[in-house]
C-alpha cells in the first residue's frame, strides 16, 4: 500500500521535505542498483531473516584469479589472507592493497602433484601458538609450520596406518583438533592401492597427540565446524550420490552421538557439492553447495544464499569478522556482511 501511494504523493504540492525524501528514494535505489551491477555474483534472499545477516546493498568482489581449485581461506592476525590450491600444489598468499596473490608455500600437500590429481594442501587453521596448520591431502596428514618454516607432523596414522587425505579441521575450546578424512588426495581416491583404511572418517586429535576416530560411516566427509556452545558438529558430505548436510551431538567427553541428516541438496543439479564451511556467532551456518553458499539459521532454514560467479569451495573469517572469504575454483571473492564470525586463533 505504501508502494502504490507514494507517486500521487511526490506529484502533489507537499512541503519541501516531503519532496526531498521522494528524490531521495530513486538515487537510493539507483545506489543498490549500480552495487548489485558491479558485483561479481548475486545474493539471493529466501527468508526475512538473511537481512540481518546480509546487508541490502551488499556486494561480492572478486579479489584473485587464474589458480587451479583453491580451498581453505585462513585469515591470519597479521593483516592478509592465505589459501590453498589443492591441484597447483601451493599455498597463496594475498593482502589488501596487493596487485595479485603471491606463494606463500611451495609443494605444500605433496613433492609431486600428477596434472588432474587433488593432493596439495587443502584446509588451514591456526593453533594457539599462531602455527598455521596445514592438511597436506598428497602426504596424508596435519602439519604445523614453526616459525623457521620447518614442518612439524601433528597427526598422520590411526592405528599404525596412514591417514587418507586429511581435509579440514575445527577446533574444540578444550585443545581438541577434530578434521576430516576422505580420500580426494588419491589419484583412485577408494580405489587406489596406497588407501590403507577401508573407510573415511572424522577424527578427534587429543591435545596429548592421540588420534581417536569418531565416525566412518560417511563416504565423503568434508567440510566441518561446531557450534557456538560446542553442543553440535556439523559435517559436509562431498558425495554426488549424497550431496548432504550432517549434524552430530557432541558428548561431554568430546566423542559424538546422534547423527542427523541437516540438510539434503542431493537433487539439485546446479554445479557445486557441500564443501567447506564455518559459523557465525549466532549460530548460523554459511556451507558452500551446488551454485554458492548456503545459508542456515541453527534450525536447518534455507535464509539465503551467496553465489559468486565461480561456485565456492570454501568460506573462511576475516578483516573484523565481519567479512566472509570465498574461495571458489579459480578466484577468491569477498563479501561484507552484518554477522560476525569468529576470527581464527580467537
Known amino acids: 500500500m505504501i508502494e502504490r501511494i507514494r507517486p500521487a504523493l511526490c506529484s502533489g504540492a507537499a512541503a519541501m521535505l516531503m519532496m526531498a525524501a521522494c528524490a531521495e528514494a530513486p538515487k537510493q535505489e539507483e545506489k543498490k542498483a549500480a552495487a548489485e551491477a558491479a558485483s561479481a555474483g548475486t545474493v539471493a534472499r529466501i527468508d526475512p531473516a538473511f537481512d540481518a545477516l546480509v546487508p541490502a546493498g551488499a556486494s561480492i568482489e572478486k579479489l584473485a584469479g587464474g589458480m587451479g581449485f583453491i580451498e581453505g581461506p585462513l585469515w591470519m592476525k597479521a593483516g592478509y589472507l592465505l589459501f590453498s590450491d589443492v591441484t597447483g600444489n601451493k599455498i597463496w598468499k594475498w593482502a589488501p592493497g596487493m596487485a595479485a596473490a603471491e606463494t606463500f608455500l611451495e609443494k605444500s600437500g605433496a613433492d609431486e602433484c600428477p596434472e588432474g590429481t587433488y593432493c596439495g594442501s587443502n584446509g588451514l587453521n591456526l593453533d594457539k601458538k599462531g602455527r598455521v596448520l596445514v592438511c597436506q591431502h598428497g602426504r596424508g596428514r596435519i602439519v604445523a609450520i614453526e616459525a623457521d618454516g620447518k614442518h612439524t607432523v601433528i597427526a598422520d596414522k590411526f592405528a599404525g596406518k596412514r591417514l587418507n587425505s586429511p581435509?579440514?579441521?575445527a577446533w574444540k575450546s578444550d585443545g581438541s583438533l577434530y578434521f576430516t578424512d576422505p580420500p580426494y588426495g588419491f589419484p583412485k581416491q577408494d580405489d587406489d592401492p596406497k588407501k590403507v583404511l577401508k573407510f573415511n572418517g572424522i577424527y578427534r586429535l587429543n591435545p596429548d597427540g592421540k588420534v581417536k576416530l569418531l565416525h566412518k560411516d560417511m563416504t565423503r566427509p568434508n567440510g566441518i565446524a561446531f557450534s557456538p556452545d560446542e553442543k553440535t558438529l556439523y559435517v559436509a558430505n562431498s558425495d554426488p550420490a549424497k550431496k548432504l548436510w550432517m549434524k552430530f551431538t557432541v558428548a561431554a567427553d568430546g566423542s559424538l552421538?546422534?547423527?542427523?541428516?541437516?540438510?539434503?541438496?542431493?537433487?539439485?543439479?546446479?554445479?557445486?557439492?557441500?564443501?567447506?564451511?564455518?559459523?557465525?556467532?549466532?549460530g548460523n551456518i554459511y556451507a558452500t553447495g551446488p551454485g554458492g553458499v548456503w545459508i542456515f539459521n541453527p534450525e536447518g532454514k534455507l535464509l539465503g544464499k551467496i553465489q559468486p560467479t565461480e561456485h565456492p569451495a570454501n568460506v573462511g573469517w576475516g578483516d573484523d569478522g565481519k567479512t566472509l572469504y570465498m574461495t571458489a575454483r579459480t578466484g577468491l571473492y569477498r563479501i561484507k556482511l552484518s554477522a560476525e564470525g569468529v576470527l581464527p586463533g580467537m
Open 167 to 169: 581435509n579440514d579441521t
Open 257 to 282: 552421538g546422534d547423527a542427523k541428516v541437516f540438510f539434503d541438496v542431493t537433487a539439485e543439479k546446479e554445479d557445486g557439492l557441500p564443501d567447506g564451511l564455518k559459523v557465525d556467532k549466532s
